[in-house]
């Protein structure tokens, strides 16, 4: 209350006292009555009774003024991988500390390999936003904690405990999976055990199902050892290239219980400690076709990481994965090799978004480079004949921008329907009858069950 009536009713009986009224709040202004906040004032403890500031007072913080209203900035979510969660197709299966792949955003196929989630609206890429994971389709049967049950494949060993093999192990073991990690490297190892995983340094024989996420120029020889310390197991190896993989399991004796399949995920870190389980939750999956049990492996695919299967022969695998991860690899490598080579030294100190983004998985593991392109050699070599002859139509047309301006704005307008390819999608009541049909087909979960449609329609 104002101070002069305070000092007028002292003098007053008790019963002629105004009541007493909070004082009314002020904008501001030297005048602004003060009042008690019991928490400042320190109610019933040595501070009690003392006013606070004023709002003016209290907005001046080391000789400066703050705004009266300032909206709280929400926090940035932690990053999961640093330069940001970007995914891509990538080499998996580096042991721990054994190379750094790339980093690579790719445009869909007509095949339908990729088709992710647009980030920040930029039409030039593709992919979930920074610091999410990608979101899972529709679960088949859930568990009662919520959580897909996985139908088929109750005990896993995966071998090779990197980026991609950490991944495959960790959410199949959130799945409640018994899922054993195995790789040569102790301090991998160590790390797998300090995650809840159970650990070994060599396969155990009753495993149903051997994950092989190992470097390629490894895959022959563990493909060979897996088809002997695990003879009854279902083998699958996530490597990039699957016409190699295929041949050599076939040489190791395996046919009829191996299945090649390739996450098109990953990120530009490598080893266990950047894994994690969500990083190859719904995001496309290739399952070669061959004589092992297919159908097994899409159901676990796409009951375990929400994923939408793609499968396919072998060899378009190659030649898909050749156009849209194997040729970036060449052009990210010659880009940069081409402005290290530049006379121009102020290059580098104007490169900006469009030269790092265009030569990300250039520069990293150059023996994980060789082994991915030289394995796909035959594929990777067409596609970069028919890069040659386009870009010499390019160099021609400087010349003319008609005809540049035509030939930009025809990739423009093709554009959607190659990075969003369109799918028919069809109730799916026999996956057996699905995958022997011709062509690439893709397989994902619905809502009442699964669905199929065909990848090139």
């Not at 024989?205 to 022959?220: C, E, I, S, W």
């Not at 190859?280 to 004589?291: H, K, P, T």
Request: aromatic fraction near 2%; charge should be positive.
């Amino acid at each position: 209350m104002p101070r002069s009536r305070a000092r007028r009713d002292r003098h007053r009986p008790a019963d002629l006292r105004q009541p007493l009224r909070p004082a009314r709040r002020r904008r501001g202004g030297r005048g602004q009555r003060r009042r008690l906040h019991p928490v400042r004032a320190g109610v019933g403890g040595p501070g009690a009774g003392r006013r606070t500031r004023s709002r003016r007072r209290r907005r001046r913080v080391a000789g400066r003024a703050v705004p009266r209203r300032q909206r709280a900035r929400p926090a940035a979510p932690p990053a999961r991988r640093p330069g940001g969660p970007g995914r891509q197709h990538d080499q998996p299966g580096d042991a721990a500390g054994a190379g750094d792949p790339g980093h690579l955003r790719v445009p869909a196929v007509p095949v339908g390999l990729v088709q992710r989630r647009r980030r920040r609206g930029d039409a030039g890429r593709v992919g979930p936003p920074r610091g999410l994971g990608p979101a899972a389709g529709p679960d088949l049967a859930a568990g009662p904690d919520g959580r897909a049950a996985v139908t088929v494949f109750e005990r896993v060993a995966v071998v090779g405990a990197g980026l991609i093999g950490g991944s495959v192990a960790r959410r199949l073991h959130a799945r409640g999976v018994d899922v054993v990690v195995v790789d040569p490297d102790a301090g991998t190892r160590a790390a797998a055990s300090a995650a809840g995983l159970a650990v070994a340094d060599a396969l155990p024989a009753d495993r149903d199902l051997v994950v092989l996420a190992t470097p390629l120029d490894a895959l022959a020889t563990v493909l060979a050892d897996a088809a002997v310390a695990a003879p009854d197991a279902v083998v699958v190896d996530v490597g990039s290239v699957k016409v190699a993989a295929a041949r050599a399991a076939a040489a190791a004796g395996l046919a009829g219980r191996y299945v090649g399949a390739h996450p098109m995920a990953g990120t530009e870190q490598s080893g266990f400690e950047h894994s994690y389980p969500d990083l190859l939750v719904g995001v496309r999956w290739a399952v070669a076709r061959g004589d092992g049990p297919v159908a097994d492996v899409v159901r676990l695919v796409v009951e375990a990481f929400g994923a939408t299967a793609v499968v396919l022969d072998a060899e378009e695998h190659d030649r898909a994965v050749g156009l849209v991860s194997h040729a970036p690899h060449v052009l990210a490598n010659a880009l940069l090799e081409l402005a290290e080579r530049a006379a121009e030294p102020t290059a580098s100190h104007l490169a900006a978004g469009s030269f790092r983004d265009g030569t990300r998985v250039a520069g990293r593991n150059a023996e994980r480079t060789r082994n991915m392109l030289a394995d796909n050699a035959g594929a990777l070599a067409g596609v970069l004949d028919d890069l040659v002859a386009l870009l010499a139509h390019y160099r021609r047309e400087l010349a003319d921008p008609d005809a540049l301006g035509a030939r930009l704005q025809a990739v423009v307008d093709g554009a959607a329907a190659v990075r969003r390819p369109d799918a028919d999608w069809r109730a799916c009541p026999d996956l057996d009858l699905v995958l022997s049909a011709p062509g690439p087909v893709l397989v994902r979960a619905g809502a009442g069950g699964l669905e199929w449609a065909p990848a090139q329609p």
